[in-house]
Nanobody, 129 residues
Framework: EVQLVESGGGLVQAGGSLNLSCVAS?????????IGWFLQAPGKEREGIAC????????HHASSLKGRFAISTDNAVNPVYLQMNSLKPDEAAVYYC?????????????????????WGQGTQVTVLS
């Protein structure tokens, strides 16, 4: 059974930083594997933040968040981190990590829901204004 567990969420002042972690188990990290981070704010659709592939650890970030949010990994795409800087109140949301096997460029992967077969339960991020 594949399990993804996020951690690192919490309460932060606007302009502050958080570093989220995603640990996966039961998932095979072949070269066509990827891990992604997504957020879902109340009343809004889930949106992609960034993803990283097992193949050469290539990354892709949503253009609106690039520069403030960064995905990374220490070893073989597990765990995967999301460093979030200069957080804004409207980025308060539940943050999820997900795992995929794919055959598309990362920008396509990140916006194509059917690739993401496995999801964590999410971690809440609250940003105070």
């Amino acid at each position: 059974e594949v399990q993804l567990v996020e951690s690192g969420g919490g309460l932060v002042q606007a302009g502050g930083s958080l570093n989220l972690s995603c640990v996966a188990s039961g998932f095979t990290f072949d070269d066509d594997a990827a891990i992604g981070w997504f957020l879902q704010a109340p009343g809004k659709e889930r949106e992609g933040i960034a993803c990283i592939s097992r193949n050469e650890y290539t990354t892709h970030h949503a253009s609106s968040l690039k520069g403030r949010f960064a995905i990374s990994t220490d070893n073989a795409v597990n765990p995967v981190y999301l460093q979030m800087n200069s957080l804004k109140p409207d980025e308060a949301a539940v943050y999820y990590c997900a795992a995929a096997t794919y055959d598309a460029p990362l920008p396509v992967l990140m916006v194509t829901p059917h690739y993401w077969k496995h999801w964590g339960q999410g971690t809440q991020v609250t940003v105070l204004s």
